[in-house]
């Protein structure tokens, strides 16, 4: 490791490998931990949403079901190397892009989540600045005249305090993540649970509620809105898909990650999300449209310690995923850009960044949503999955040099600290995936953003990496050293 003590530009104590007695996660923590991240309004929003468009209940469950399960499976490809080497993303990914090149892709992840971190603040600020009207009097007289950029001024102070809330658990660390999410979950599964309850019994039973014919009413109809919104789904963990080592390096074993993982993501997101799609299919039995957004409904109930207890709801569920999901991740990927920064200051900055775009326009209807905010990200974060995966797993057969991972005159230097092989991958995966939205004869490639990309990159990055090792093995007569396999 001397050669880690030489290039300080490259770590920080966030981003070196955590100390083996520091590796503490176990089974239930990541599962707490995606109950956690899956019982928010966010997740609400993407299955009420299919609702809005026109899919049956049961429809937009089998979406959710089969994008999550797709999504699983870079989730879990990717938490492999962070347990086995105890390494955040932004470090993971300096072995297929470059000591410095990892930079690029940091920065996308680290944007994503901002805008994320944006969107769960405006539905917790949402929530906030409802719960005031409800126990301060005079609040919706005087706090909810004039607007600016989209928001009164109760809309702001309120969105500015769940806001701060979200700092302040950052600035208490990774361990006050964890037991936050070992409570936060199980009690937002119970809150949801009483809300499904509340639409059964105001719809009167489960018949009407899934008897809810949708307005889908041919397959090709089905068809055109099924591909993006089983993109979309793709796209709501694509982000987690990326970051993962930043939890799965505190696993215990990977044992623990992995079924932790398994049994938390899959069965919970598709639980919370049926509660949502038969919330809002009884939402149209009982008001006549369909209501996407739960803090509008929760508004209607009319009974104020109703109100009450389901916009706290709201806001712990939100809060829990902010913190874990939309903070942890840009807080590591900023170390890469900035080594000398704090874990706590690169969530700061996420925070602020979360301001400056303006989440909350992002949430006007389920179109911009689903098909412009999912589908257009997805195509950015795809490609990177793709050749994280194709480098650690095809490429490099799980096999790291950890200590070269830091250092600028390494395995992983490259052309000046850029592996140009990724960059490309990168670049293709990208071009493919979004050229539909500027040449509608390509527009199906847009549909599948996600798929169209991981597989354009993957493809290119291996030709590519395969193409350089046989011209350095045609070129060099010193024999390749095997990497170190370090890690567990």
Excluded: C
């Excluded at 909810?144 to 928001?151: A, D, E, Y």
């Excluded at 490099?396 to 992983?412: P, S």
Aim: no cysteine; proline share 5%.
């Amino acid at each position: 490791m001397a050669a880690m003590e030489n290039d300080s530009r490259l770590m920080n104590p966030d981003l070196l490998p955590v100390p083996a007695e520091k590796q503490t996660w176990n089974m239930y923590n990541y599962a707490a931990l995606w109950i956690g991240m899956s019982h928010n309004v966010a997740t609400y929003l993407l299955a009420a949403g299919f609702i809005a468009l026109g899919m049956t209940w049961w429809e937009a469950i089998l979406t959710i079901v089969l994008g999550n399960l797709i999504v699983l499976i870079p989730i879990l490809l990717n938490s492999n190397p962070g347990t086995k080497y105890r390494i955040p993303f932004p470090v993971l990914a300096r072995a297929s892009f470059g000591v410095y090149g990892a930079t690029i892709p940091s920065i996308l992840r680290g944007l994503v989540a901002a805008g994320w971190f944006g969107i769960n603040a405006a539905i917790g600020g949402s929530a906030v600045n409802s719960l005031f009207g409800l126990i301060i009097p005079g609040w919706n007289h005087w706090a909810q005249h004039g607007t600016f950029v989209g928001l009164t001024l109760g809309g702001w102070i309120a969105f500015l305090l769940f806001w701060f809330l979200n700092v302040w658990v950052i600035y208490h660390g990774m361990d006050a993540v964890r037991r936050f999410e070992n409570w936060a979950g199980p009690l937002v599964l119970i809150l949801g649970l009483l809300l499904l309850f509340w639409a059964h019994h105001a719809a009167h039973g489960w018949g009407p509620m899934i008897n809810e014919k949708g307005s889908l009413h041919t397959f090709s109809q089905f068809f055109v809105v099924f591909i993006p919104s089983l993109t979309g789904v793709i796209a709501f963990w694509s982000t987690l898909s990326l970051n993962i080592p930043d939890f799965t390096r505190f696993s215990r074993s990977q044992k623990d990650q992995l079924w932790g993982q398994t049994l938390g993501l899959p069965t919970t997101m598709t639980l919370f999300s049926l509660i949502g799609i038969l919330v809002t299919s009884a939402s149209i039995v009982i008001y006549g449209k369909a209501i996407w957004d739960p803090v509008s409904l929760i508004m209607m109930f009319k009974n104020p310690l109703t109100e009450v207890i389901g916009l706290g709801a709201v806001i712990i569920a939100t809060l829990s995923v902010n913190v874990a999901a939309n903070i942890v991740a840009p807080a590591y990927d900023l170390s890469q850009i900035f080594p000398r920064m704090t874990f706590e200051r690169g969530g700061l900055i996420t925070a602020i960044i979360g301001i400056l775009m303006f989440p909350w326009l992002l949430l006007s209807n389920p179109h911009i949503y689903i098909f412009s905010w999912l589908g257009i990200y997805s195509g950015f974060l795809g490609p990177i999955a793709a050749i994280l995966i194709a480098d650690y797993w095809v490429y490099r057969k799980k096999i790291l040099n950890v200590a070269d991972l830091y250092h600028t005159h390494g395995d992983y230097t490259y052309t000046g600290g850029y592996n140009l092989n990724g960059m490309i991958a990168m670049a293709a995966g990208i071009l493919i995936a979004l050229i539909g939205l500027a040449v509608p004869a390509l527009k199906w490639l847009f549909s599948y953003a996600w798929f169209s990309g991981f597989a354009a990159s993957f493809i290119v990055y291996l030709i590519l990496m395969n193409r350089s090792q046989a011209s350095l093995a045609t070129t060099e007569s010193t024999p390749v050293i095997a990497l170190d396999r370090g890690g567990q």
